[in-house]
C-alpha cells in the first residue's frame, strides 16, 4: 500500500467522478452544483495544461530553445491571471480576500519574470527543473485567487 498523497490534480478528478456519479436524470445537480462543477472542470483543464508546459520543458541550455517554451508558459499564466474573474465581488471581506490573493499572484508572477529577465541556464537540464518550480510556486498562489472567486472545497483523505 502506498503512502503518496493524492496530487491536487487527482483530488480534482476524484471529485469529478463522484459528481459524475452522484447526478443521473433521476437525480440532476442544482444550479449552483453545476456552477461548481464547471469551476472544477477549469481547474482540472489548467492543471493538464500546466503539467504538459512542465513536461515539454526542453532540455537545452540554448536560449533561442527556452525563449519559446518560455514565452508560451508566460503568456499562458499571464492570461490566468485575468481569466474568468467573475463574478464580481459584493461583499467587502470578500473584495479584499480577492484582491489580496491576486497581490499575492501577481507578486509571484512579478518574481519569476524577473528571474527569467537574465536567465541563462547552466546544465540542460535546468530550465526543466526551474520551470517546474515555477509552475509549483505559480499553482498555489492562483488556486488561493480561485477560491476567491468560486471555493472548491476538497476534504483530505486519510
Known amino acids: 500500500m502506498s503512502n503518496t498523497k493524492p496530487t491536487l490534480l487527482e483530488k480534482y478528478w476524484k471529485k469529478k467522478l463522484d459528481f459524475n456519479e452522484s447526478h443521473t436524470a ?4 442544482e444550479p449552483l452544483q453545476l456552477w461548481n462543477f ?7 483543464e489548467v492543471l493538464e495544461v500546466l503539467k ?3 513536461d515539454a520543458a526542453p532540455l ?3 536560449m533561442k530553445v527556452l525563449i519559446k517554451h518560455y514565452k508560451v508558459v508566460d503568456f499562458y499564466i499571464e492570461n490566468l491571471k485575468k ?27 512579478n518574481d519569476y519574470k524577473k528571474r527569467y529577465g ?9 530550465y526543466q527543473k526551474d520551470i ?12 488561493q485567487y480561485r477560491n476567491t ?10
Not at 509549483?136 to 488556486?143: E, K, Q, R
Request: with cysteine; net charge negative.
Open 26 to 29: 433521476e437525480n440532476m445537480p
Open 132 to 143: 517546474g518550480h515555477t509552475i509549483s510556486t505559480f499553482l498555489p498562489a492562483w488556486i
Open 52 to 54: 504538459q508546459f512542465k
Open 118 to 126: 537574465s536567465y541563462k541556464p547552466q546544465s540542460p537540464e535546468q
Open 83 to 109: 481569466d474568468r474573474d467573475l463574478p464580481a465581488a459584493t461583499k467587502e471581506e470578500i473584495k479584499k480576500q480577492r484582491e489580496t490573493a491576486l497581490a499575492g499572484l501577481c507578486s509571484v508572477v
Open 38 to 44: 464547471q469551476e472544477l472542470l477549469y481547474r482540472i
Open 60 to 62: 537545452s541550455n540554448d
Open 149 to 158: 472567486i468560486n471555493e472548491i472545497k476538497l476534504t483530505e483523505e486519510k
